[in-house]
């Protein structure tokens, strides 16, 4: 029953570049979210954008939403090793109080 | 700052122990969520409770079960651990459902030998 799918799987770069992560989802939604994984540890959430929402931005973050599409996008901007984490998208399941999380994109900026 | 706290980071155990994971959050939240976390499988829920005494199956709740007395704490019970159930484990809450963010504990890294 997993909704979310990001694309990558994996995505190395170098520190100061730009990295772009993308998610896919089935159904329709309210909201859509980005968590950040480090290594070994719990999720943190990073950015939450609503089905009226197009763009939003935090800090170096940016997420996208398309939901004609059905996709997000999250970008990360002047990329710095401390970003090296596993990203996921997550969408709140309809009806029901949890969400869907995808399989995540694990991103490596070389310093 | 919202608190998710897991009883342990790591933990050892031997197949056929019962074995208990628990979760306690500090921010008041109705809703409380365990998951599993296997590589190329990203998060799984095992299941979920929006009450005290309530619990809602997930995806894969075979093997384990959950206990909510109390409405900051919430436990995985493994009943009869098995080599499959390694894995890591994470514990998240919530205020809401649709447009609040789930704040996630520091996960326990389960090995069933």
């Known amino acids: 029953s997993q909704q979310g799918e990001e694309d990558p799987q994996a995505l190395s770069i170098q520190e100061g570049e730009n990295a772009t992560m993308n998610c896919s989802y089935k159904t329709s939604i309210n909201n859509l979210q980005w968590y950040r994984q480090n290594s070994g540890r719990g999720l943190v959430h990073l950015i939450l954008?609503?089905?009226?929402?197009r763009e939003k931005h935090s800090g170096r973050l940016r997420v996208t939403l398309d939901t004609s599409k059905k996709s997000s996008s999250l970008l990360i901007t002047a990329s710095r090793a401390a970003d090296t984490a596993s990203y996921f998208c997550?969408?709140?399941?309809?009806?029901?109080?949890?969400?869907?999380f995808g399989t995540g994109t694990r991103l490596t900026v070389i310093p | 700052d919202v608190k998710v706290t897991q009883s342990s980071r790591y933990l050892v155990k031997r197949t056929g122990e019962k074995v208990f994971l628990e979760c306690v959050q500090d921010?008041?939240?109705?809703?409380m969520f365990w998951y599993r976390q296997d590589p190329g499988l990203g998060l799984r829920l095992i299941y979920f409770s929006y009450d005290v005494k309530m619990k809602e199956k997930g995806d894969i709740p075979e093997g384990y079960s959950v206990s909510r007395e109390k409405k900051e704490r919430f436990s995985l019970i493994l009943e009869s651990a098995s080599t499959n159930q390694t894995s890591m484990y994470l514990c998240a809450s919530t205020k809401s459902i649709s447009y609040n963010e789930q704040f996630f504990g520091p996960g326990t890294r389960l090995t069933v030998l």
């Open positions: 997550a969408t709140p399941q309809t009806g029901a109080n949890n969400l869907f």
């Open positions: 921010m008041d939240h109705e809703n």
């Open positions: 954008i609503r089905s009226n929402e």
